[in-house]
């Protein structure tokens, strides 16, 4: 049986190891006798492999001698790595040790008996490469490029010929793909319409596109459907048109692509055609592609299809992107497959079948494979059997081989470096939700991200995330501003990976009731799934010398912590159960990168984890250290560093990690703690900072002072470190009594900031200087009442692409986004009106690039809305998606009427759009309140009040574009009393995503 090739040697293994050994030769130490040179030797030798490697990645089949080869070349380049990270670590430390270090150590290493060990160690690797490079060199690549090369039978092609009467769920798409292609836009129908259908591989795209075709083809002169393979031959998609549209007699065999273009768009000009292009690959192929399909004003139509949503969008700005079936859906599919009858019923299968349907998600690539596997199968224990299989050895059966060979497709669609990323998933069990941050933190300790030119590591590492997302290959999970926090992966993709990471001993996977292992291959990257309550021994001690990274799930196992050069990860998580003596000599591990840990049964970090000097990532969220050690100043390579905001830093020791990049997030539990945000500003690598505020202030004036102190702190980091993003946020179980005043702040116009937060902390305004960030492009704030002035200024930025607005209301009860009031990026616009009697309004040709739309709003009454029931929603002409939320009065009344008739006042709205947007309306329970009886009833409770804030705001509105440092001592004159006994005001009863700014 052929064997897949995967990409772990090429991308996971090889060149983070040809550049460690270039690097290597730059150093001053490598001057040693010999050493130099057969360091040289083997970076030339394994880079003058290197090709072939690369090449074989790309083959679907290998022969058994050159799958042999490629799997002796990898081991030989894991032990080399390994051989020369020891060599490092061990200089490193004698470099610590000594002072005069370059003639001191020389001196020194030549008694070392390690240096013999590695010098021998060196010359047996080097024996081992010589013979790798001959067995290279007699091979014969001509046969692997016609082997690769070789044609055989399209898995795609079963879906063009699918019978109708066995497809399900089918009817809703193939109506909305119609409706997209036959709706009127702006009153231009005769103009070319492209849709793009996206989704993954398996999930129907091609069949649900054949039946649209079918139903709606005589409506055109001509019409051709074509699918493209994963490495396109142009001309021959060209000339499939032509065979579609009739017009092979002007064709000649000796026609270019140029040629085929021009006769193509000659015979279309004056023909009204519907064009099908199926499995778009990428954009490159579409450009060139669309140049021979005009618009000839006739009305003509092009579908394609892509598992790409970036090449989607490419094609067309009318994207509908594929759901899996439903799991209704997907049972009668099954049983109609497996037993011809959607209602058939076989008990004594008990729950076997939906167990097997949750396992296939909705896919129908899936369904149907596994209902081929067990049709007219009765059997429970051959059910159970095929159960198991899947997440485990499903894609090596034979009878799975069209599912496989479609899912192989899109895996070898995607580049190299990617395919090492998407493998690494292969360390998480089934429905595991999988942190974004941690992820890509362990990409990068295991060396698969490099930095790019303008980013660094961490934001290279989101561009892969996004990018297997926009590929199909892993769904996103909690997206909010545009950004996935997490990802899963489909258990059928899933299944896939993990066989290809056990083929290329990328990932070896164990479970502890089985902790058996037998391979002729040395463990590099071990997962245990311990679901035993008991600890159990796993391993012997001596394959930890060569693992690269350890995760565990479940319960602790036992295993003692030996010194280690090779560990570069230790994800311990999900292993609640772990102890603090579980980690007691973690300073042993010299090349350790990543450390998670979560256990409430970790309460400190030991000293020696100062030891870690080459620790990228240290994660104690869920621990109940209340301190770290003042070792961690020693951690200069830390440049990620997540802890709860209860956990408090050593004096003077935030300003002496000089590597830091991210840190999540900062507890200010004190006055003294805030004044400390001043060390900041040694950081200059900082570039994501949450600062989260979990304190109570005194009252009166020095109350005041001390909010104004620490929000002036953090104001001055804006100008004081190159902030990318910052969260300030306060802990639900405080209040800050006194809003801020941002004027005071003002950062430069040419600012870092990407992502400003302030949430839970009130501002008076909205500042003039906000509108002339031109790098802010995410912005959430909580404005008490919003003025015209205040979207105006929030309008001019630039780049904003998404803004988060929660108020008490708006001034004269209007909130009005009008034609001009910019906003020409926004593609996410979000606001939360707390009290009733704000009417909102977008006006023609506001926000003209907004996509998605979430409100949420009181309305116990039509006039809540103050007069603007549909909210203007009309006027948003690139809308996608809108989200409503209507909170009505819990005191006894019965609302739905309201409600509904709010809901279907913007229902017609949202049905003029010209994108057809996804509407939702939830409904919410609280005490609605008007926002003028609000504060009425302040003036009521404490006497005068109203009449101060009626003044502020007439005062506020005169001097909107004068701020002056006088405006500040009268708004805070202003609102003294009402801040100080304000603490008794009732909150609005509505939820926010609390951790949506991680």
Not at 448 to 455: N, V, Y
Not at 855 to 860: E, I, P, R
């Amino acid at each position: 049986m052929a064997t897949v090739a995967v990409v772990g040697v090429t991308t996971g293994v090889m060149k983070p190891l040809l550049s460690k050994l270039t690097k290597l030769l730059e150093e001053e130490y490598v001057k040693l006798k010999g050493v130099r040179k057969q360091i040289k030797f083997l970076r030339d030798e394994l880079k003058a492999m290197s090709p072939t490697l690369e090449m074989l990645a790309d083959a679907e089949e290998l022969n058994p001698p050159m799958t042999a080869w490629r799997d002796k070349l990898r081991e030989l380049a894991y032990d080399l790595e390994d051989c020369i990270d020891a060599f490092i670590s061990r200089v490193d430390h004698e470099r610590d040790g000594h002072s005069g270090f370059i003639k001191g150590f020389f001196r020194k290493l030549k008694k070392l008996k390690q240096r013999h060990d590695i010098a021998n160690q060196i010359q047996e690797l080097k024996a081992s490469v010589i013979e790798a490079s001959e067995r290279h060199k007699r091979y014969d690549l001509a046969q692997l490029k016609n082997k690769s090369s070789s044609s055989s039978v399209d898995p795609r092609l079963q879906a063009l010929y699918e019978d109708i009467d066995k497809l399900v769920g089918i009817n809703a798409p193939k109506k909305q793909i119609i409706e997209l292609l036959s709706m009127e836009m702006n009153g231009s129908s005769a103009k070319l319409k492209v849709v793009s259908i996206a989704g993954c591989g398996g999930l129907g795209k091609t069949t649900l596109a054949k039946l649209v075709y079918e139903d709606i083809k005589n409506q055109f002169k001509c019409a051709a459907f074509v699918s493209v393979s994963r490495t396109p031959d142009v001309r021959k998609i060209l000339i499939h048109i032509a065979n579609g549209i009739k017009c092979t007699d002007i064709i000649t065999k000796d026609d270019d692509e140029q040629q085929l273009v021009n006769k193509l768009r000659e015979h279309l000009h004056d023909k009204r055609y519907i064009v099908v292009i199926d499995d778009v690959w990428n954009e490159q192929d579409w450009g060139f592609i669309k140049l021979a399909l005009p618009d000839n004003d006739l009305g003509s139509r092009i579908i394609t299809t892509t598992r790409s949503v970036t090449v989607a969008k490419c094609c067309s700005s009318q994207v509908y992107e594929m759901e899996a079936l439903s799991f209704d859906d997907s049972k009668r599919l099954f049983f109609r497959r497996a037993f011809g009858s959607e209602n058939s019923c076989y008990p004594h299968l008990e729950d076997v079948p939906d167990k097997i349907l949750r396992k296939c998600g909705g896919l129908p690539l899936a369904i149907v494979t596994v209902s081929g596997i067990l049709t007219n199968v009765f059997a429970k224990t051959e059910w159970d059997r095929v159960l198991n299989a899947i997440g485990s050895s499903l894609a090596k059966k034979d009878d799975t081989k069209t599912m496989t060979s479609i899912l192989s497709m899109s895996y070898f669609d995607i580049p190299h470096h990617l395919r090492t990323c998407l493998l690494y998933l292969s360390v998480y069990p089934e429905d595991h939700k999988i942190e974004k941050q941690c992820l890509i933190n362990r990409w990068i300790a295991e060396g698969f991200i490099h930095k790019e030119k303008g980013q660094n590591e961490y934001e290279t590492g989101e561009r892969y995330f996004n990018d297997l997302i926009n590929r199909s290959m892993i769904q996103p999970v909690r997206v909010k501003y545009g950004q996935a926090k997490a990802c899963r992966v489909h258990d059928i993709i899933l299944d896939y990976i993990k066989c290809k990471a056990a083929e290329e001993n990328f990932v070896t996977s164990l479970d502890a009731a089985e902790p058996v292992y037998t391979s002729e291959y040395k463990v590099r990257r071990l997962c245990v799934i311990n679901h035993n309550e008991e600890n159990v021994t796993l391993w012997a001690d001596e394959i930890l010398s060569q693992v690269r990274s350890v995760t565990i799930f479940g319960q602790p196992v036992k295993f003692t912590l030996l010194p280690s050069t090779a560990l570069r990860v230790l994800e311990l998580g999900d292993c609640r159960g772990m102890g603090g003596h579980h980690i007691a000599s973690i300073g042993k591990l010299f090349n350790l990168k990543y450390l998670r840990l979560c256990s409430h049964f970790i309460t400190r970090l030991p000293e020696n984890v100062g030891e870690l000097q080459h620790l990228q990532t240290l994660d104690v969220r869920g621990t109940i250290i209340e301190e770290l050690p003042r070792t961690i100043k020693k951690l200069q390579q830390l440049a990620h560093l997540y802890v709860d905001s209860d956990v408090r830093f050593p004096d003077g020791i935030i300003g002496q990690i000089l590597s830091l990049e991210e840190l999540r997030q900062y507890g200010v539990v004190s006055y003294e703690q805030g004044q400390s945000l001043q060390q900041f500003s040694k950081l200059t690598k900082l570039r994501t900072l949450k600062i989260k505020w979990s304190f109570k202030l005194p009252d009166g004036s020095e109350g005041r002072s001390q909010a104004e102190g620490i929000h002036n702190y953090v104001g001055n980091l804006l100008f004081s470190c190159n902030l990318h993003n910052l969260i300030y946020t306060v802990e639900w179980d405080f209040d800050v009594k006194y809003p801020m005043a941002l004027h005071s702040w003002h950062p430069a116009a040419s600012c870092s900031i990407r992502k400003l937060c302030i949430e839970r902390i009130p501002i008076y305004r909205v500042p003039n200087w906000m509108g002339s960030l031109v790098n802010l492009s995410m912005l959430k704030l909580e404005v008490m009442c919003v003025r015209p002035e205040d979207v105006e200024i929030l309008g001019e930025i630039p780049s904003l692409l998404f803004l988060d607005l929660d108020t008490w209301g708006g001034t004269g009860g209007r909130i009005v986004f009008p034609g001009n009031s910019g906003f020409g990026s926004l593609k996410y616009f979000s606001l939360c009106i707390d009290k009733c009697g704000t009417s909102l309004e977008f006006e023609a040709g506001s926000m003209p690039k907004l996509e998605h739309v979430e409100l949420k709003f009181n309305a116990h009454e039509m006039e809540c809305l103050n007069g603007a029931s549909s909210l203007g929603i009309q006027h948003l002409s690139s809308l996608n998606k809108a989200e409503i939320e209507i909170w009505s009065d819990w005191r006894g009344y019965d609302h739905d009427d309201t409600a509904q008739c709010i809901s279907r006042a913007i229902n017609a709205a949202i049905d003029t759009l010209p994108n057809r947007p996804t509407a939702s309306f939830r409904r919410v329970h609280s005490y609605c309140e008007d926002f003028e009886s609000f504060l009425r009833e302040l003036n009521q409770n404490h006497e005068g009040l109203f009449n101060e804030w009626l003044k502020l705001w007439q005062i506020r509105e005169e001097q909107a574009n004068q701020p002056t440092d006088g405006e500040t001592e009268l708004e805070d004159e202003t609102h003294e009393k009402e801040e100080e006994e304000q603490t008794g005001e009732k909150e609005v009863a509505h939820q926010e995503d609390s951790g949506s700014s991680n």
